[in-house]
């Protein structure tokens, strides 16, 4: 080719490029300029729930008077199955396994007195119709985070003792269950029990932390050495759950910032 016919080319692939870019950013947004929505429980007192990954099963931490229950049930149907009937436990967070067959849960056991300080949460596993649970770990502060492969759990356990918030990390293999502290933060600046999610190749962890300037913080860690690196160039309010968009490219998360318009929560 001549150095014209050269230019012609890179021109044109760049064009194509920017136009391709462009759709699909416009494509991104058209997802989102109109929606449906419907009321997916009309009655009680919902305060944690999860969806399955394939969709089809609504996991529902409900209040009954002082009472708490886990429910499960598909979208679009009125039926619920009680899974764990009202007590005084109270849940800390439900996650489904990455195949859609087991409902994790951890809760302060009403046994063990009124102050969170001094309260050791189980995390528990039972299959997504109901059946026998299965204690799966003791002293957890926060609702599991389970990596795509199954096989790996994350959360946030409070040591009052040494004033730190530590992430831990559970290794699932043939030989039982391995635990590790993959990394640790004072009090003053501790990881929040919101906010944990994998990315879907397993190599990170994003959290959210507390910082020096009473504000929060989106924090990756690295599964691999504990190393952690903030996102936000800002300072938010307050930051609640994140999830991490398919290809490990970006990440969901709620939040509110000073000068939002409400304190409710937006979708970031």
Do not use: C
Request: negative net charge; charged residues 20%; proline residues 5%.
């Amino acid at each position: 080719l001549s150095s014209l016919g050269i230019s012609f080319v890179l021109v044109a692939v760049l064009v194509g490029t920017f136009v391709i870019g462009r759709q699909a950013l416009s494509n991104g947004r058209e997802r989102f300029s109109q929606i449906e929505t419907s009321t997916l429980v009309s009655s009680g007192d919902i305060i944690k729930m999860a969806l399955s990954p394939d969709g089809k099963y609504v996991a529902l931490i409900e209040y009954k008077g002082d009472l708490q229950r886990l429910l499960v049930k598909q979208p679009n149907s009125s039926n619920a199955v009680e899974l764990i009937p009202p007590s005084g436990d109270k849940f800390i967070g439900v996650a489904f396994s990455p195949d859609a067959e087991s409902i994790y849960y951890s809760i302060y056991p009403s046994s063990e007195g009124s102050n969170p300080e001094g309260k050791a949460g189980r995390l528990y596993k039972i299959p997504v119709l109901g059946g026998p649970q299965i204690e799966i770990v003791n002293d957890i502060d926060s609702p599991v985070a389970i990596s795509t492969d199954g096989k790996h759990f994350a959360f946030i356990r409070r040591v009052p003792s040494e004033e730190t918030a530590q992430l831990i990390v559970l290794e699932q293999n043939e030989s039982g269950i391995r635990e590790r502290i993959l990394a640790s933060r004072p009090f003053t600046e501790a990881f929040s029990n919101d906010g944990l999610s994998w990315s879907p190749d397993g190599k990170n962890l994003a959290a959210v932390a507390h910082n020096e300037n009473a504000s929060m913080d989106l924090v990756i860690v690295e599964t691999e050495n504990g190393e952690q690196r903030k996102l936000n160039q800002e300072s938010w309010e307050w930051v609640g759950q994140t999830a991490w968009l398919q290809g490990g490219e970006s990440l969901l998360f709620t939040a509110y910032r000073e000068g939002s318009s409400n304190f409710t929560d937006e979708i970031w």
